[in-house]
């Protein structure tokens, strides 16, 4: 399993990105997707999750800004970030797990997700 992320850079507060991820190895249909993040001293932390029957869940935090969605033909999964905020930088992870969703119930990462590398996130005047 691959999972590659792109789509990161640095905006102004209020500014919007859209992060991707493609994936590879797997039947991308069929698995369990979902964004989480990081910033620097902090735990990692669910941003958003997509289950196979297209259930989305999000973190409280997020008031509607961020979207996540995928593209079953081009395995790729999204996350449409709106109305940025200097909180919002952080290092943004793409995960997948194949027998379950990527994130526990209370919401924090399965320890046997697959990881990308990250991409970088950077909100900031």
């Known amino acids: 399993v691959q999972l590659v992320e792109s789509g990161g850079g640095s905006v102004q507060p209020g500014g919007s990105l859209r992060l991707s991820c493609v994936a590879s190895?797997?039947?991308?249909?069929?698995?369990?997707m979902g964004w989480f993040r990081q910033a620097p001293g902090k735990e990692r932390e669910a941003v958003a999750t997509l289950d196979t029957d297209g259930e989305t869940r999000y973190a409280d935090f997020l008031a509607g800004r961020f979207t996540v969605s995928k593209d079953n033909a081009k395995k790729t999964l999204y996350l449409q970030m709106n109305s940025l905020k200097p909180e919002d930088s952080a290092m943004y992870y793409c995960?997948?797990?194949?027998?379950?969703?990527?994130?526990?119930?209370?919401?924090?990462?399965?320890?046997?997700?697959?990881w990308g590398q990250g991409t970088q996130v950077t909100v900031s005047s």
């Open positions: 190895g797997y039947t991308f249909s069929r698995v369990y």
């Open positions: 995960a997948a797990r194949s027998f379950g969703p990527v994130a526990s119930p209370d919401f924090h990462p399965q320890p046997t997700n697959y």
